[in-house]
T-cell receptor, first 111, second 116 residues
Framework: GESVGLHLPTLSVQEGDNSIINCAYSNSASDYFIWYKQESGKGPQFIIDIRSNMDKRQGQRVTVLLNKTVKHLSLQIAATQPGDSAVYFCAENANFNKFYFGSGTKLNVKP | GAVVSQHPSWVICKSGTSVKIECRSLDFQATTMFWYRQFPKQSLMLMATSNEGSKATYEQGVEKDKFLINHASLTLSTLTVTSAHPEDSSFYIC????????????FGPGTRLTVT
């Protein structure tokens, strides 16, 4: 499958701080990306998506940035809360709507 | 939002037996569903793409005779793990894609399979 990887396997932040989770992808033809949150023992939960014709997209407390030049995207979480603690995956849309997932970053929010 | 369910949520079976896992889209129709496997502390690995009314397409390295997929209706896909072995123990997750051009996929809650 496609190669989608993350720079930081574990990220610890203080409650209230902003979090930035990074992801690199390998297929320059990919045109759609999604960030998912997965809590222990549960399926992935959609957070935010972005298409390749955009550089930035904002949601509620979350922002995704896409840099196609270096094939990199990031997820920014503002005012991180304990409930944000989970594993975050980026997923790359590659060919016929199949998604390939990155290795994941575990976010620990310290109270 | 769209809801996808899986049944059962967890199952324990003996080595050599077969196990069927169901994936249903509850409030939308899905011509395409996907099956993933996730080992502890690892990412989701795409196993196969399930297409309504046609054969599933499998990712490289996934045994199609071992992981049987049936997508008989627009709201149901099943994954059958045949002759299960302990190494098949994993978290199996399905996702369903809406019949729309926006590629949105919705994930089920997953099924924990333990083979003893």
């Amino acid at each position: 499958g496609e190669s989608v990887g993350l720079h930081l396997p574990t990220l610890s932040v203080q409650e209230g701080d902003n979090s930035i989770i990074n992801c690199a992808y390998s297929n320059s033809a990919s045109d759609y990306f999604i960030w998912y949150k997965q809590e222990s023992g549960k399926g992935p939960q959609f957070i935010i998506d972005i298409r390749s014709n955009m550089d930035k997209r904002q949601g509620q407390r979350v922002t995704v940035l896409l840099n196609k030049t270096v094939k990199h995207l990031s997820l920014q979480i503002a005012a991180t809360q304990p409930g944000d603690s989970a594993v975050y995956f980026c997923a790359e849309n590659a060919n016929f709507n199949k998604f390939y997932f990155g290795s994941g970053t575990k976010l620990n929010v310290k109270p | 939002g769209a809801v996808v369910s899986q049944h059962p949520s967890w199952v324990i079976c003996k080595s050599g037996t077969s196990v069927k896992i169901e994936c249903r889209s509850l409030d939308f129709q899905a011509t395409t569903m996907f099956w993933y496997r996730q080992f502890p502390k690892q990412s989701l690995m795409l196993m196969a793409t399930s297409n309504e009314g046609s054969k599933a397409t499998y990712e490289q390295g996934v045994e199609k005779d071992k992981f049987l997929i049936n997508h008989a209706s627009l709201t149901l896909s099943t994954l059958t793990v045949t002759s299960a072995h302990p190494e098949d123990s994993s978290f199996y997750i399905c996702s369903a894609r809406r019949q729309s051009p926006n590629y949105e996929q919705y994930f089920g809650p997953g099924t924990r399979l333990t083979v003893t």
